[in-house]
């Protein structure tokens, strides 16, 4: 029996001490700015220490000019546990001290899909180019770093449209916002009959993109 207890989506969006967390693609995902580089890298230190302590340890990733990136899951209930929880609320509480400013509508993941009849022979080949390793079918950067690549069953082969498409899952409270900006930018609406789990959208030349969600699913 696992020692974590599994923690929904919606608990997450309800609770307001981890109102700097946003829940993203099987993660709750948080940014914070530090005044200085320097600060930011003293709050990864901080956050470091305290994982260890909890051992429970999250994804974390420094970027100029003082932006920490922590990305927090527990493979055990394969999403979000009582551990994250814990941790989220110390980490937020770190942040906090050190001045480093949270902005929860920045977390996103970018996925790349794949429309095929046939996954299992062509996965391979992807596999090999991008050096990825394969997770429940989809294949991942085992560096955590770059997108993950998932393959979509066709019933029948697709030609009147593009085979690839990049699937960007946001927090659930940007979502229109995004798909209003994407429109706005030129793009159109090709489907919201999924909406809020994904809309489809479409640039000029046809290419497509879905903003996702967690919810609806």
């Given at each position: 029996m696992s020692r974590y207890t599994a923690v929904s989506p919606a608990d997450i969006a309800a609770d307001e001490s981890l109102a700097d967390w946003r829940f993203v693609l099987g993660e709750i995902r948080a940014e914070f700015v530090a005044d200085s580089y320097a600060g930011g890298g003293a709050l990864v230190a901080k956050i470091a220490e305290a994982a260890d302590v909890a051992d429970h340890h999250p994804d974390v990733s420094l970027r100029w000019p003082g932006r920490v990136m922590v990305l927090l899951s527990t493979h055990d209930v394969g999403g979000i546990s009582d551990a994250d929880v814990n941790l989220a609320q110390e980490i937020s509480a770190l942040a906090a001290a050190v001045g480093a400013v949270a902005e929860p509508s920045r977390p996103q993941a970018v996925e790349f899909a794949i429309d095929t009849m046939d996954a299992d022979q062509i996965r391979p080949f992807w596999a090999a180019v991008l050096g990825y390793t394969e997770r429940h079918?989809?294949?991942?950067?085992?560096?955590?770093?770059?997108?993950?690549?998932?393959?979509?069953?066709?019933?029948?082969?697709?030609?009147?449209?593009?085979?690839?498409?990049?699937?960007?899952?946001?927090?659930?409270?940007?979502?229109?916002?995004?798909?209003?900006?994407?429109?706005?930018?030129?793009?159109?609406?090709?489907?919201?009959?999924?909406?809020?789990?994904?809309?489809?959208?479409?640039?000029?030349?046809?290419?497509?993109?879905?903003?996702?969600?967690?919810?609806d699913r």
């Open positions: 079918g989809s294949l991942v950067d085992p560096a955590n770093m770059g997108p993950s690549l998932w393959f979509q069953q066709m019933d029948e082969p697709r030609t009147e449209r593009n085979r690839f498409h990049l699937d960007v899952s946001v927090p659930h409270d940007q979502a229109e916002a995004r798909v209003g900006a994407a429109i706005e930018a030129g793009g159109t609406l090709v489907s919201d009959e999924r909406a809020r789990a994904f809309w489809v959208l479409a640039d000029a030349d046809g290419n497509e993109a879905c903003v996702c969600t967690w919810q």
